[in-house]
C-alpha cells in the first residue's frame, strides 16, 4: 500500500492538519498560559500558545483574540489596558477565579477524552491486527 504523501505544512505524516477544525483546543491552552504567567498581552500569549498547542496546526492570532474576548464575556479571563511605557496602549489580560474552575473543568473534559481516543486506537489497532 502505497503512504501518503508528507505534509507539506509539516513535513510528516501522519499530520493533524487534514483534520479540519477538532483538534484546535484554543481555550484551555490560554486559559493555562494566564495561570502560569499572571498578567500577559495577547501579543506575549500567541508567542507562547504554540508550545502548549493540542494541534500540528498553526493557532491563527484571530483566533487567540477571538477566544480571549469570548472568555472576557463569560468572566473567565479580566482585562485592562496597559498605557505605561511607549507605544500604543495593550490590553493585559488575567485569569478570573472563575476561570481558573472553568480550566479546572476543561481538564477533566480533556483527561476523559485522553481516555476514550487511547481506548479508540487500541481497539482500532487490534481489530486491524497492528
Same mark, same amino acid.
Given at each position: ?11 510528516? =505524516?501522519?499530520? #493533524? ?20 504567567? /499572571?498578567?500577559?498581552? /495577547?501579543?506575549?500569549?500567541? /508567542?507562547?500558545?504554540?508550545? =502548549? ?7 491563527? #492570532?484571530?483566533?487567540? @483574540? ?8 463569560? /468572566? @473567565? ?15 493585559? =489580560? ?23 481516543? #487511547? ?12
Amino acid at each position: 500500500m502505497a503512504r501518503k504523501p508528507d505534509c507539506p505544512r509539516h513535513g510528516k =505524516y501522519p499530520c #493533524t492538519c487534514g483534520m479540519g477544525h477538532l483538534y484546535r483546543f484554543v481555550e484551555p491552552v490560554i486559559l493555562l498560559l494566564l495561570k502560569q504567567k /499572571g498578567d500577559a498581552h /495577547g501579543y506575549e500569549l500567541a /508567542g507562547d500558545i504554540a508550545e =502548549y498547542a493540542l494541534t500540528d496546526n498553526r493557532i491563527e #492570532t484571530a483566533a487567540l @483574540y477571538r477566544t480571549l474576548r469570548a472568555l472576557e464575556n463569560n /468572566g @473567565y479571563v479580566v482585562s485592562k489596558w496597559d498605557v505605561a511605557g511607549s507605544g500604543p496602549a495593550r490590553r493585559v =489580560y488575567r485569569l478570573s477565579s472563575a476561570g481558573v474552575e472553568h480550566l479546572n473543568e476543561w481538564l477533566a473534559i480533556l483527561e476523559q477524552m485522553s481516555k476514550s481516543m #487511547t481506548a479508540f486506537v487500541r481497539r482500532a489497532r487490534a481489530d486491524m491486527g497492528v
